[in-house]
């Protein structure tokens, strides 16, 4: 049937050769073609339940509802976090006799939409769960989109949801690009704008075909809050940057700030790095716990503006030694955003150049450490002493 044939048809209308080398040629090219839904042309923010709650009970209606008000109330909406993203378990373990998702009636007694029409009064958006599969990852079996995707997606739809993560549990073999392309079809379909988030954790290479089904895509399996998993996390998702771009990002999963055994410098790195990444920034803390030192991390507004600026580039690594690793992020004005990071056991001093991080040729430039606010003028020399683990962090502009 022709979903394949179309991807090939898209593939071949950007001129690029099929065969062996369209994935290495998309590794370095961007698409031409992405996803036209026009949404999430800046990495989506908000938050998801699963890294601090899993399946477990205090995963209701009450914590969706706690979270968006404390997204108003601690200044998080206003520093752009928007996304309100339930995971798996919302929902019964069957269908309905018509064959529709049912929410679960101890988590969700009054349903989604009511959930959506209360995020939605804060200003903010709802996000949902399910999987490209015959069940979700959960063991309890809750039901797939596989084989249902229309009806799943007219469902979300009239609950009012505004943003979808399909999974890849439960997937029967069947080709990952088949399955994505039926629910992005599916989604269309409906006519709201639905942020579409694939999470099939990187297995068929989705940064090849992704950027034309998704609005973004796991490169990755699941993250844990400690510091081996997130440095792993980090090598993989920072080789895929070319395809990054307005509407269509690479996901290095949700952030682990505030959870598990991160050290300071952990999360510092954590967030500065998932920032210059231009990943998703989909909080992963259970807010209503959270410590005034996690708000902070999470609201740093320097750090966030590099996430989100307009242009939409990946940072990428210019330079790599020995655990001492330089990444560098074009910005819609010409400034850069230069992170220094140290993955080994001690403080380390970190340099490199302006020149080397792209700046145009100037006789001074200003740099601005986006954690601790100092700037300073330099003649192109980016240097700082990086604690073990940590990142520095500057906005480097030439004069
Ligand atoms: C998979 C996903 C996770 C989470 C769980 C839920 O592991 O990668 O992000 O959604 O399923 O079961």
Not at 127 to 143: D, E, L, M, Q, V
Not at 186 to 200: M, N
Not at 233 to 256: F, K, R, T
Request: with cysteine; net charge positive.
């Amino acid at each position: 049937m022709p979903r394949p044939r179309r991807l090939i048809a898209a593939l071949a209308a950007t001129g690029l050769a099929l065969g062996g080398i369209v994935g290495s040629v998309l590794l370095t090219a961007p698409p031409a073609s992405a996803l036209a839904n026009g949404l999430a042309l800046t990495p989506p923010m908000g938050f998801n339940n699963w890294n601090s709650t899993q399946c477990r009970a205090d995963f209701n209606e009450s914590m969706v509802k706690g979270i968006a008000d404390i997204f108003v109330a601690r200044g998080l909406k206003a520093a752009g976090y928007q996304y309100v993203n339930l995971d798996d378990c919302w929902a019964e373990t069957t269908r309905d006799s018509s064959g529709h998702l049912v929410p679960s009636h101890t988590r969700f007694p009054h349903g989604i939409k009511a959930v959506a029409d209360y995020v939605h009064s804060k200003g903010l958006k709802l996000g949902i769960y399910t999987s490209a599969g015959t069940h979700t990852c959960n063991k309890a079996g809750f039901p797939g989109g596989l084989g249902h995707e229309q009806t799943d997606a007219n469902t979300f739809a009239s609950w009012g949801v505004d943003y979808l993560k399909y999974d890849n549990c439960n997937n029967q073999n069947v080709d990952a690009v088949k399955r994505y392309t039926a629910m992005r079809d599916a989604l269309k379909k409906t006519g709201r704008p639905i942020v579409y988030s694939i999470c099939e954790w990187g297995k068929n290479k989705p940064w090849n075909w992704a950027p034309n089904v998704g609005n973004l895509w796991r490169t990755t399996g699941d993250i844990s809050p400690n510091w081996t998993r997130m440095l792993s996390i980090i090598n993989a998702n920072s080789s895929h940057a070319s395809v990054a771009g307005p509407g269509h990002w690479n996901d290095p999963d949700m952030l682990e700030i505030g959870n598990g055994s991160l050290s300071n410098a952990e999360q510092v790195t954590h967030f500065s790095l998932w920032a210059e990444m231009a990943a998703p920034l989909l909080i992963g803390t259970d807010l209503r716990k959270a410590s005034q030192h996690t708000f902070d991390i999470l609201s740093n507004r320097d750090v966030i503006a590099i996430d989100q600026d307009s242009l939409g580039k990946q940072g990428v690594i210019i330079s790599s030694s020995g655990g001492l690793v330089v990444f560098t992020k074009q910005l819609a004005n010409g400034d850069r955003a230069v992170a220094l990071f140290n993955e080994t056991g001690g403080t380390r001093t970190i340099s490199t150049t302006a020149a080397k991080a792209g700046l145009k040729s100037a006789s001074s430039y200003t740099l601005k450490d986006l954690w601790s606010k100092a700037t300073r003028t330099t003649s192109g020399a980016i240097s700082a002493s990086v604690p073990s683990h940590g990142t520095v962090i500057f906005r480097v502009s030439a004069n």
